[in-house]
């Protein structure tokens, strides 16, 4: 399973961005998705996550701001990001996970200006 994604890109604060990641392979519907993202010096951490039957969760920092949602005829999943913070200053990166199994994309970087 390969993973694209792209719709990073700077954004002054209270802006919004769409990130998409498009997977190869026939197999995304089964497959749970996520978002990460990891800050300059800082770990990476989970932002949000939809499961193979479009149950979605979300790290309290984005709940009411991003969305994640998936379109299994395009193999792609998205994030939609709105009210962006320069504190969601990032590398995003998408994941592809199924039991103990998982693929990552390369990231895309998100700036948020001041």
């Known amino acids: 399973v390969q993973l694209q994604a792209s719709g990073g890109g700077l954004v002054q604060a209270g802006g919004s961005l769409r990130l998409s990641c498009a997977t190869s392979?026939?197999?995304?519907?089964?497959?749970?998705m996520s978002w990460y993202r990891q800050a300059p010096g800082k770990q990476r951490n989970l932002v949000a996550l939809i499961t193979s039957d479009g149950s979605t969760s979300y790290a309290d920092s984005v709940k009411g701001r991003f969305t994640i949602s998936r379109d299994n005829a395009k193999n792609t999943v998205y994030l939609q990001m709105n009210s962006l913070k320069p504190e969601d200053t990032a590398v995003y990166y998408c994941?592809?996970?199924?039991?103990?199994?998982?693929?990552w994309g390369q990231g895309t970087l998100v700036t948020v200006s001041s």
């Open positions: 994941n592809a996970w199924r039991g103990v199994t998982d693929y």
């Open positions: 392979g026939n197999i995304f519907s089964i497959y749970g």
